[in-house]
Nanobody, 124 residues
Framework: QVQLVESGGGLVQAGGSLRLSCAGS????????VGWFRQAPGKEREYVAS????????YYGDSVKGRFTISRDNAKNTVYLQMNSLKPEDTAVYYC?????????????????WGQGTQVTVSS
């Protein structure tokens, strides 16, 4: 069993930056692929970014490419999402998810564990 806790959300002006963290429990977290997803009110959950267990593979959704960076520190059991040049349309609850397969999956059904989410609000 893996527990995930997101942090780092908050209120920021358009053009600003935030760094989200996803802390995982358990010795096996470093072997899991991790993804970030987001969901805005009234919208479907959207894929944001993902990273393989080693960190060697990373992928991004089209809406965040070039602005967000996903990374991980397996010694700290933590995955990060650096978000730059934020836009009001980035406003959502951001969730991290871990998948036992280990790869950087883009579909939410490939993940086994989910965090509770952290709110990101970008004002115009």
């Amino acid at each position: 069993q893996v527990q995930l806790v997101e942090s780092g959300g908050g209120l920021v002006q358009a053009g600003g930056s935030l760094r989200l963290s996803c802390a995982g429990s358990g010795r096996t977290f470093s072997s899991y692929g991790v993804g970030w997803f987001r969901q805005a009110p009234g919208k479907e959950r959207e894929y944001v970014a993902s990273i393989s267990w080693s960190g060697s593979n990373t992928y991004y959704g089209d809406s965040v490419k070039g602005r967000f960076t996903i990374s991980r520190d397996n010694a700290k059991n933590t995955v990060y999402l650096q978000m730059n040049s934020l836009k009001p349309e980035d406003t959502a609850v951001y969730y991290c998810a871990a998948g036992t397969a280990g790869w950087a999956a883009a579909r939410d059904d490939e993940y086994d564990y989910w965090g509770q989410g952290t709110q990101v609000t970008v004002s115009s």
